[in-house]
């Protein structure tokens, strides 16, 4: 399977333990982007990368949460001392951008993360 | 930023009807509209999308309007089939910004009763 993928596809914690989740986007890909998606509603915007450089992050993503890069391909987003507000489908999607290029963004299948 | 509105929240229709999904985006810099399809438990999967420099796009049963004017797009998928019954996503995004990140609407739960 050449899209991306997620690890793991599902996870159950309790409030006030660590996650971390996992994305391996399309190899070549050099952005790679994480949203979270609540039940009812679509995704929204969380942090990206562009290669290994995380550019920005969104106002939603709050100290607790951390994302890595570290070699420009497989990303990981850690979620710190959980809340139950973190429950939620996590997906990542990676693209292919060039100068004045546009963005098609591929989608993994998501980490859905239920914090009791 | 950016604030894409999407309607109708649900729809039904009648296997080989049409069905319209309509979004009205922010953002007169927005350049790049694509459309999402999820199924239940699956991966947002990209349908079609448009560029601003078109106003219509089509593939198959699926067409793409743009109105740069209003600030709208439509999603339009004629001879509909039980298979097309999923949540669809509009999505707008401005490629001149650094970020590129799509923002969405809040989705369409399409039903095609057989």
């Known amino acids: 399977d050449t899209g991306v993928s997620q690890n793991p596809r599902h996870k159950i914690t309790k409030r006030g333990q660590n996650v971390t989740f996992r994305c391996d986007p399309i190899?070549?890909?050099?952005?790679l982007y994480w949203y979270r998606q609540t039940l009812g509603q679509g995704p929204e915007f969380l942090t990206y990368?562009?290669?290994?450089?995380?550019?920005?992050k969104s106002r939603l993503l709050s100290d607790r949460f951390s994302a890595e890069r570290p070699k420009g391909s497989f990303s990981t987003l850690e979620i710190q001392r959980t809340e139950q507000g973190d429950s939620a489908m996590y997906l990542c999607?990676?693209?292919?951008?060039?100068?004045?290029?546009?963005?098609?963004?591929?989608f993994g299948p998501g980490t859905r993360l239920t914090v009791l | 930023g950016e604030n894409v509105e999407q309607h109708p929240s649900t729809l039904s229709v009648q296997e080989g009807d049409s069905a319209v999904i309509k979004c009205t985006y922010s953002?007169?810099?927005?350049?790049?509209f694509p459309w999402y399809k999820q199924e239940l438990g699956k991966r947002p999967q990209l349908i079609i999308d448009?560029?601003?420099?078109?106003g219509e796009k089509k593939d198959q049963r699926i067409a793409v309007t743009l109105n740069k004017t209003a600030k709208h797009f439509s999603l339009h998928i004629t001879e509909t089939q039980p298979e097309d019954s999923a949540v669809y996503f509009c999505?707008?995004?401005?490629?001149?910004?650094?970020?590129?990140?799509?923002?969405f609407g809040s989705g369409t739960r399409l039903q095609v009763q057989p």
């Open positions: 999607a990676s693209s292919l951008v060039l100068s004045g290029d546009w963005n098609e963004q591929f």
């Open positions: 190899s070549e890909h050099n952005r």
């Open positions: 990368f562009q290669n290994e450089a995380q550019l920005e």
């Open positions: 953002d007169s810099a927005s350049n790049y």
């Open positions: 448009i560029r601003s420099n078109v």
């Open positions: 999505a707008a995004t401005t490629p001149d910004t650094g970020r590129r990140a799509l923002t």
